[in-house]
């Protein structure tokens, strides 16, 4: 138990710090983001009206990931993450007064451009706070939080717009982006450019890359790892069909499974149990091997969960199998997380992030439009069932090209002259 707690990230001040305010952050935005849409809806904007309130969300980052990489990896972590807090606060504080349809667009993008600088600085910057040996057990409480706030957040927007005081909860998340600008600027850990100490993988096959802001930067730096490489094109295919079934399952839910309006709400607290399991799974993964057949089974996994969603009975059964489904998602993603992490030197941690950022936003837009017509030509279930068969072949064929790498890998270390 003692070992336990000195092994744990929790005994590191900057780390309690970070955690803690991104969590609350994260429901925060959770407030703000259900509330938008819900008030979009309420507007009359209809669907399209809100498939492009989601289309503009993802923009930003698909747009910005090539100068986001770079400037995460060559300025001040806490510049840019106090510029980009304070930022989103005030967008905040302005919906809060004016929630017409176009404030609502024009204050998500602005969020999300800021937030496009954001992610990928503190994704480098939280190795360099808790050390190389505990970058996975750092990723999964974070996305084990996340996991929790994102649901009590999202419930609590929908309340006050219910409550028709929806103000409030811009303002509340406003005031969690200003607890967030207070953490960077508490945290005592600062990330400007490389340390010499860099990362697990340091071999002189990937030198660092000279910092620039092309948005192939970061994928040309991916592209020399041949266990990363699979991984990165594979889950953008898998982020394409997870995601285009999100339109969808409220017409699986409600309609062929005849839940309640409360029963479908009830879904995210299964998904953030899902989630949070899945994050405590991955926490206990130490070695680049585990976390490379972690991430491909993981996800996998998740994608024959589908196939068995898309056929459920009754509600209550989708129910456990939706937090079976996610906790296997969110092992895959935080495994993957922290491989990716840990595979990349410090120098170039910043480009690499906001490389997968951008590109995963790019394959949420592709999903909103599959989802849709997925639906009109499929339905619900068939469309679970499709997803879910392709969302397997695709991290087969990933599963085994990493396992190939991961050998390949192992067999060049032991061929080293002394090793």
Known sequence: MKRSFQTSIWTIRDARIALVARALSTAGTSVTSIAAILLLHNHGAGALGVAAFLAALVIPAIATMGIAGKVADTMDSRVVLVTASLAQAAAVVALGFDHDIPMIFVTGVVISFAQAFVQPTWSALVPRIVGEDRIGKAISWQQGLAAVASPIGAGFGGLLVTLDDVAWGFWADAATYVVLAGAALAIQTRRH?????????????????????????????????????????????????????????????????????????LSEFFAGAGGLIGAAIAARLSTG?????????????????????????????????????????????AATGALLMSRTTDAQRGRVSAALNGLARTASLIALGLGGMSN?????????????????????????????AQRAEAAAVEAIPGR
């Open 193 to 265: 450019g490389a340390i010499t100490t860099t990362s697990a993988r340091c071999d002189a096959a990937s030198p660092a890359a000279p910092p620039d802001a092309r948005w192939t930067a970061g994928l040309r730096i991916v592209a020399r790892d041949r266990i990363l490489l699979p991984l990165f094109a594979s889950i953008l295919v898998f982020v394409v069909l997870v995601e285009g079934i999100n339109p969808v399952e409220v017409f699986l839910v409600r309609d062929d499974l005849g839940a309640t309006n409360w029963q479908y709400g």
């Open 289 to 333: 091997t585990g976390r490379g057949r972690a991430a491909t089974i993981g996800f996998g996994s998740a994608g024959v969960i589908l196939i068995v969603m898309g056929v459920a009975p009754g509600f209550w059964t989708y129910a456990v199998l939706l937090t079976v489904m996610v906790a296997a998602f969110g092992t895959g993603n």
């Open 376 to 404: 009109v030509l499929l339905g619900a279930r068939w469309t679970f069932v499709v997803a879910g068969i392709a969302g397997a072949i695709t991290m087969a064929v990933a599963g085994f090209a990493v396992v190939r």
